[in-house]
């Protein structure tokens, strides 16, 4: 098992630019989680979708942010457009289903924005 | 609400001593509790959960429910366990089901 997948694993655009982040999880799983990381907030949970649908995106900054799980083998996160402030790296998880199982991570995104 | 308190942003030890990461959680029904370890630049990976009960790496975990903690221990540190240590919580119901709330990290460096 490859486990969760992301990409791309590293981004650099310019701000302003759109920027669609990439996740597959772990086959099987039906939850998956979108998670960002910074040095001044640590590790935040952005949103979290179960069999496809999203359950919780009250960690999603604002309107400019946007995930979808079109079937249980992808799922984007969004950013329209980005900002300097958006830079962080981005880490999607997935689990077998969403109660007491642990969460699998991604390599993660390392997002660069200009 | 669920919370997850790690109150110290950095630790540091030498190689052999006794470590103890802290984690204090705020949560209103049965908690369930995990470590998770970050490597320099690599994923999360989950280290061990209170209710398995085991020692992964030679740190166990024990879920102090009277002081709200789980902190996590190895007896003699090793500079392979130089990372980030999350402590993370997870919700059982209500609008806190299935959400991991972790705490803000705590980054161990073991010097030689």
């Known amino acids: 098992d490859a486990g969760v997948i992301q990409s791309p694993r590293h981004e650099v655009t310019e701000m302003g630019q759109e920027v669609t982040l990439r996740c597959k999880p772990i086959?099987?799983?039906?939850?998956l989680f979108w998670y960002r990381q910074t040095m001044m907030r640590g590790l935040e949970l952005l949103i979290y979708?179960?069999?496809?649908?999203?359950?919780?995106d009250s960690g999603m900054p604002e309107d400019r942010f946007s995930a979808k799980m079109p079937n249980a083998s992808f799922s984007t996160l969004k950013i329209q457009p980005s900002e300097p402030r958006d830079s962080a790296v981005y880490f999607c998880?997935?689990?077998?289903?969403?109660?007491?199982?642990?969460?699998?991570f991604g390599d993660g995104t390392r997002l660069s924005i200009l | 609400a669920q919370r997850v308190t790690q109150p110290e942003k950095l630790l540091s030890v030498f190689k052999g001593a006794p470590v103890e990461l802290k984690c204090n959680y705020s949560?209103?029904?049965?908690?369930?509790l995990f470590w998770y370890v970050q490597y320099s630049r690599q994923r999360l990976q989950l280290l061990l959960r209170?209710?398995s009960r085991e020692s992964i790496k030679g740190f166990t975990a024990d879920l102090n429910k009277g002081e709200t903690s789980f902190h996590l221990k190895k007896p003699f540190a090793q500079e392979e366990d130089s990372a980030m240590y999350y402590c993370?919580?997870?919700?059982?119901?209500?609008?806190?089901?299935?959400?991991?709330?972790f705490g803000q990290g705590t980054i161990l460096t073991v010097h030689p």
């Open positions: 979708f179960n069999n496809n649908v999203p359950i919780d």
């Open positions: 998880a997935s689990s077998l289903g969403a109660s007491n199982q642990p969460q699998h």
């Open positions: 086959s099987g799983h039906n939850s």
């Open positions: 993370a919580l997870l919700g059982a119901g209500g609008t806190s089901y299935g959400k991991l709330t």
């Open positions: 209170h209710i």
């Open positions: 949560y209103s029904g049965s908690p369930e």
